[in-house]
């Protein structure tokens, strides 16, 4: 589950033909470099599965290294196309609720709500609020997930 900055993160990196430095990356997502490099650390967990990585070099700035060609080539063509369509679509949900699921999917042995508030700096109550909407997101991707495809 990608993030709005993951979106422009993976878009700037998928489309430069030249690594793109921290900084650059940091101005477009409107974010600090440090959360740059926390977002690609995450986004690197989620793209080993599709044989890619983004690699951050100090010098030449961050790039994206394919790992596996044959797992890597059908991945870049769909995530170009989402890239596209991602910026025609509103998002319904807020920012947060992407980054909460994204956090709770990735969390190995779970993770609790007081962890929740923490991390994320909101009251219990706004967390309990935005957990029903990542539990209608997570609805809402496997409705389109298990939807067969008519042609």
Known sequence: MFTEVDYKILELVLQSPEPVPSRQLALVCDVSINTIRTEIDLLNQELAAHGVCIR?????????EVLNEALARPWMHQMRDMLIRNKRLQRKYSERVY?????????????????????????????????????????????????????
């Open 99 to 151: 980054s909460l699921t994204r956090t709770i999917l990735c969390a190995p042995d779970g993770i609790t709500v007081e962890r929740l508030v923490q991390v994320f700096y909101v009251s219990r109550g706004t967390i309990l609020a935005d957990i029903k909407n990542v539990r209608a997101l997570l609805e809402l991707s496997l409705i389109h997930i298990s939807e067969p495809t008519r042609l």
């Open 56 to 64: 951050m070099k100090r010098s030449s700035g961050t790039s994206l």
